[in-house]
């Protein structure tokens, strides 16, 4: 199946914004599994902005989010980010993008970072971008993502 | 910059044992992520999503297990 899905905005809120995608971050297949076996149930996550970010080398979510839904924590990682260098969480996660034909990710560690902007709260790094061609198209306001997993 | 982890983190315990086993790990499983949980060490994968799954078949919700890449050097990730 051709996952090719078109980011539609303006020029201007392109420029400004950058491209963004509403996401779904939550518990990996294999958790979800184990816990419904076990009568547990977790937090349930809603929809989050997330802007594809080419200078991000890993996915970065706020901080609070990882934690007010439970994510798995997998070990510190290694972050420099405004000319700074510090050790943040790493969480295993899934994500997947409901309100497009896109393909999610069911095992992403993602790294809980404490981001600039107030109303982005994901970053979507090149972990993720590697699985992807982007065409940005600046004069029309559109960037298109074409999922390259098979 | 100092390779170990700080000593507040849940998982001190898991990163002790890998930074006692670095070393050797290095020679036989570079690159490669190990999972420990505990003092038990699962095994080692050859990328984070099949640690993970191993880690949760062998260890559960309950218990928590580290994840790390084995390298030389940590890896530093840059965020422009």
Redesign the interface.
Known sequence: MDQRVVLKTSPDELQQQGPILKVLIGHTPDELEEAQSLGFEFPESRLFNALIDTGAAVTIINPQLAETYKLRYTGMEQITAVGHTDKYRGYAAAISFPDRNLRGFDIVRIIACPLASPVMSCLIGRDILRHWELIYNGESGAVTILDLRR | ?NDT??TD???GR??SLYDARKQEWSRYYLNQFVVIGGNQVEGFHPD??SA??A???AF??KQ?????QICVT???????
Not at chain 2, 64 to 68: A, C, D, E, M, T
Not at chain 2, 74 to 80: Q, T
């Open positions: 910059m982890m700080p983190d849940p998982l898991e990163l984070y999503e993970f799954k880690g949760i078949q559960g919700l928590q297990f580290l994840i790390k940590e890896p530093v990730y840059v965020v422009y």
